[in-house]
């Protein structure tokens, strides 16, 4: 997929990277993107890796990593420099997000990664981390002039934003994240109606104001554009449904998915166990033990700001931590820095 914002960095194109990457140290996983930079500023993904580590379930059970997910974090990190390594990348940004940011050795982590990947690991607070999937989520989806709605729905927080390409309004993190959820509330095998209502119940607490707030900024909360690894899953769980037996869905990016599939969705997988969450069509593997709990959150999400549809968007924080990372190197080219 190509950026729609093909002129992050208009009047310097020819003069930037032509390959940018970037360290995702995240809630459910550690992640590297890698994409080459076309002529016209969009992005051409190139590679992607991937360590799961449900450090989110970890800093919600106890509020810290302990040293056993420490030790695989930096296994993890390695794994993926190694793989950057071969590709020679010009530009290079790392980010770490919900879990190491509200662990209380996440600095200490974060520093000890720097170290791993050779790269200094920014730990972004809630607002930048909306900003940054805002910015991917508008350049992998039609969004209106008048301002949008965006939700990112990841491993340790849910990062929330209002505005347009040219503006960036209003942006949040809440603590509602599915591995976090998971490790919060015991981490059973099924969540259940009672599992689903605590977690309607934290959304709620932490939305708080976000409904008002929409409204006074003139944005549309009847359809929301929402990314991230749990809102994927879903909508290829809703396409693998609507077509039982057909070949998995390459692309669910701008699959609208509507309030009452979603409610139907969290419902579902509420109630079934691990083993049952593990079979169907379309299941992630590694997106089964905490499905049911980011299916609950987007149910009570939806349910909260009166949304109509969510809009899915591939592009999140990765794509727009790079696109931004493109457009402040060409500023400075711009400007002679």
Partial sequence: MASGLGSV???????????????????????????????????????????ALELGAAVGATGVVPPERVAAARRAAR??????????????????????????????????????IGVPVQLVDGAE?????????????????EPAVGVDLGGGSMEMAIGHEHCLLAAASVPVGATRLLGELGEPDRLGDRGRAQVAERVRHSVGGWPAEIDRLGADRARLV?????????A????????????ARASVNQ???????????????????????????????????SIAYGAAALSALVDVLGTDRVVVSEWGLREGAILDALKRV???????A
């Fill in 79 to 116: 794994r993926l420099a190694v793989r950057l390594h071969s590709l020679i990348p010009d530009t290079t940004v790392a980010i770490a997000t919900a879990a190491l940011r509200d662990a209380v050795n996440g600095a200490a982590v974060a520093a000890e990664l720097s170290g791993v």
């Fill in 255 to 289: 699959v609208e998915l509507p309030a009452g599939q979603i409610d139907e969705l969290a419902g579902t997988l509420a109630g079934m166990g691990l083993a049952a969450r593990l079979a169907l069509p379309g299941m992630p593997a590694r997106r089964a033990r």
């Fill in 9 to 51: 960095a208009a009047g310097s194109v020819g003069r930037m990277p032509v390959r940018a990457a970037v360290y995702d140290l995240g809630s459910s996983s550690f992640q590297l993107l890698v994409c080459d930079v076309a002529d016209d500023g969009s992005l051409e993904p190139v590679a992607r890796s991937r360590a």
């Fill in 129 to 145: 981390e909306a900003r940054l999937c805002f910015v991917g989520q508008l350049a992998a989806v039609w969004t209106p002039p």
């Fill in 226 to 234: 929402a990314s991230g690894g749990t809102v994927r899953a879903l």
């Fill in 330 to 336: 060409g500023a400075e080219l711009g400007t002679g």
């Fill in 236 to 247: 290829r769980l809703a396409t693998a449904r609507a077509h039982p037996g057909g070949a």
